[in-house]
């Protein structure tokens, strides 16, 4: 059973201006056996906190506790925690079965040991040979792939028996083709492992894709912590909101008025469910992902009129910018629904998937 | 009309487009000087080498020229024996073991320092690199003096004449101090190129200082090691700086070989002899360098990947 807990954990470092904060009073409990994504944007504090449960950095303050014990001053070597970095960190000048041996080699296991478990894992990774495909066990890592190289770092990190798994943008060193298919692959190893793990990412595709649970950082904070569904359906503030999906989603400002929002010249009906609790307010944001719209040649009610400018196209969709009065609002239609270019469309956000933020924050 | 060729041959065999006359006539006074400086004088040691020739006296005007005499002389002569393992002990001692290891423990310990303490350790370790070898000569003999020298007075013992009691030890101790800082600069250069996603690795799977070292770091810049053993080993070999510290007393206690070649040749006037010990001095740098050379290209042939696709 390995649980992590982080409690008020601060990272600072020294600066000619003073210092940056990575990490700002951070506590969050990762449950075992869960598959855990860190997502922000590059200088959000997610890599530094990877590295603290790592034992690479050490924390201003605060406490970091794996399984039951305080690991806060444990060194890295000794906190049964195995990482994966982003350049796989193979060792050049061993073969790939001394690489997968490493962690049995430092710890002095016995060599025919070691040649037991290399075989176990390079099995478990699809390392060894079939009858159609050769085995990789000899060859150095300058000899292999992308994605050969991932499972030789994989398997080595298996070897090792940790109890927690720490993945650095596990994908972003493959190419487009190789990621997805490497995606599926972490997947089931994470599931049949059962090993709790945890990864970092700044895609927000992988994510979604690959998590349990997901935190969304920010500026050494986190914004919003929950599973995909509630992530990606629910963003708690306008910066996870805009940082989720692949296309970003609509943050229209506007005022409420007599229970109607009013935003872009177009008086929209307000989320579901929040009808009579809406109480006027100055200043709102509308928020639609372009997906969640019904766009019609013909006049909706209540809906966005605007203007076809950009049609992009996404493979069985396409994405529209239209300009509703000045204001841009994208909206995704299905391949056979192409409007002509500068035609006038009616596009109307379902009153399910809308948002609706305050301050920034959600309201409704 | 336009012509895109060179008309005196194709762009390859001619990049600058002057020809071959304009070519040779531009670096004619660098070939010039050259050979002047340093073709003839090499050849003439070679020449002198099998001659009596002598600073002063008859054999100064007439040198007879005695074939390989002088080679059988100096190859029996314990004193170059004596020279040359004194020579074998400075460069061990002094470079591969002092400058070479110290060089890396600064470096290593290093690695991770920032601002002006690390500013501040490069700077002095330079500074005894940078100064001038008679200046940083006559430091140390002022250091080292017996009667008001600042050794003595730091460690309390009046009246010891260090460069006296322990010539090589000094010679060794001080050619450590003057050469580190070279060994030093090219191993830090050399450990920023060592991944450090591969040194957190071996540190997570509980890699221990010297594992890291052993597994990591070492297999990374072998190349740089034997480089700089090299360098050093040749610099220190062919080193005359001690000279101007014991000129190479007492008693031949710290004569190392370029001080034996200098006593032998100008102090002693015997030319002839002085030339051949030299050509013996140069075979064995030669040998020195093909053995390193050779060390390096071991590990470039004995790690080229078989290309596979994937």
Redesign the interface.
């Known amino acids: 059973m390995t649980q992590i807990r982080t409690a008020d954990l601060t990272k600072t470092f020294a600066d000619a201006g003073g210092g940056v904060t990575a990490l700002d009073a951070l506590t969050l409990t990762i449950e075992d056996g869960e598959f855990f994504a860190l997502l922000g944007p590059s200088g959000c504090g997610k890599t530094t906190l990877l590295r603290t449960l ?3 950095e050490t924390p201003s303050s605060g406490a970091v506790y794996i399984g039951e014990a305080d690991m806060t001053r444990t060194p ?3 906190r049964g ?3 994966v ?10 073969t790939v079965t001394e690489n997968i041996a ?2 049995l080699r ?2 002095g296991v016995p060599k025919a040991q070691q040649r037991e478990a290399v075989l176990a894992a390079a099995a478990d990774l699809g390392l060894t040979g079939t009858d159609t495909t050769v085995g990789l066990l000899d ?2 890592p ?7 190289q991932q499972r030789v770092a994989l398997a080595r990190a298996t070897a ?1 028996k940790p109890s927690v798994f720490l993945f650095d943008e596990p994908l972003s060193n493959l190419d487009a083709r190789l990621r997805l298919e490497a995606r599926t692959f972490l997947k089931r190893l994470q599931r049949e492992l059962a090993v709790t793990t945890v990864f970092v990412t700044h895609d927000q595709a992988e994510a979604l894709a690959l998590a349990d649970r997901i935190a969304v950082m920010q500026s050494g904070r986190i914004r919003q912590l929950g599973t995909p569904r509630e992530v990606y359906r629910r963003p708690a503030n306008t910066f996870v909101a805009s940082f989720i999906g692949s296309t970003p989603m609509n943050l229209l400002e506007g005022v409420v008025r007599d229970g109607r929002v009013l935003v872009a010249d177009s008086e929209i009906a307000p989320p579901d469910g929040t009808g009579e609790r809406l109480a006027e307010r100055a200043a709102v944001v509308l928020g639609a992902r372009p997906e969640y719209f019904r766009v019609s040649p013909d006049p909706l009610d209540g809906a966005f009129r605007g203007t076809v400018e950009v049609a992009e196209n996404l493979g069985s969709s396409l994405l529209l910018t239209l300009d509703v009065s000045g204001t841009a609002v994208q909206v995704v239609v299905a391949e056979e629904d192409e409007p002509e270019p500068r035609a006038t469309v009616w596009a109307l956000p379902r009153a399910d998937r809308t948002l609706l933020y305050a301050d920034g924050e959600l309201v409704g | 009309m336009a012509r895109t060729a060179s008309p005196r041959g194709t762009d390859t065999e001619d990049p600058a487009g002057l020809g071959r006359a304009r070519a040779a006539a531009i670096s004619a006074p660098a070939l010039l000087i050259i050979a002047a400086f340093l073709v003839f004088p090499a050849l003439w040691t070679l020449y002198l080498g099998t001659t009596d020739y002598r600073l002063t006296g008859f054999a100064a005007r007439h040198p007879r020229g005695v074939g390989l005499q002088n080679y059988t002389n100096v190859i029996q002569d314990p004193d170059f024996h004596h020279s040359l393992w004194l020579t074998v002990e400075y460069v061990l001692f002094s470079a591969v073991l002092g400058q070479a290891l110290l060089g890396f423990v600064i470096a290593w310990m290093l690695r991770d320092t920032r601002g002006w303490l690390k500013r501040l350790i490069e700077a002095l370790v330079l500074l005894a690199w940078i100064l001038p070898s008679s200046v940083v000569a006559f430091l140390w003999v002022a250091m080292l003096d017996r009667g008001s020298g600042t050794l003595n007075a730091l460690l309390n013992t009046p009246g010891t004449a260090w460069a006296i009691e322990h010539p090589m030890a000094v010679i060794v101790v001080f050619n450590i101090w003057r050469g580190t800082a070279f060994s030093m600069l090219l191993y830090s250069a050399a450990l920023t190129g060592v991944p450090p996603s591969q040194l957190a690795t071996a540190r997570m799977f509980g890699a221990n200082s010297w594992q890291q070292l052993r597994d990591v770091v070492f297999p990374h810049i072998r190349g740089h090691i034997l480089t700089n053993l090299l360098l050093i080993s040749l610099w220190t070999f062919n080193d005359f700086t001690p000279y101007q510290i014991t000129a190479g007393g007492p008693d031949g206690k710290s004569e190392i070989l370029p001080v034996y070649i200098y006593q032998t040749a100008l102090f002693d006037g015997q030319m002839g002899l002085g030339a051949a010990i030299s050509l013996l001095m140069l075979l064995i740098n030669l040998v020195v360098a093909l053995v390193y050379l050779r060390l390096l290209r071991e590990r470039r042939g004995g790690r080229k990947p078989e290309r596979v696709a994937p």
Not at chain 1, 86 to 93: G, T, V
Not at chain 1, 142 to 148: F, M, P, V, W, Y
């Open positions: 790592a034992g690479l890295a070597g000794k925690v195995a990482m970095f982003q350049d796989y960190a193979l060792f050049p000048h061993m490493y962690p430092v710890r060859r150095r300058e000899a292999l792939s992308g994605g050969q090792a």
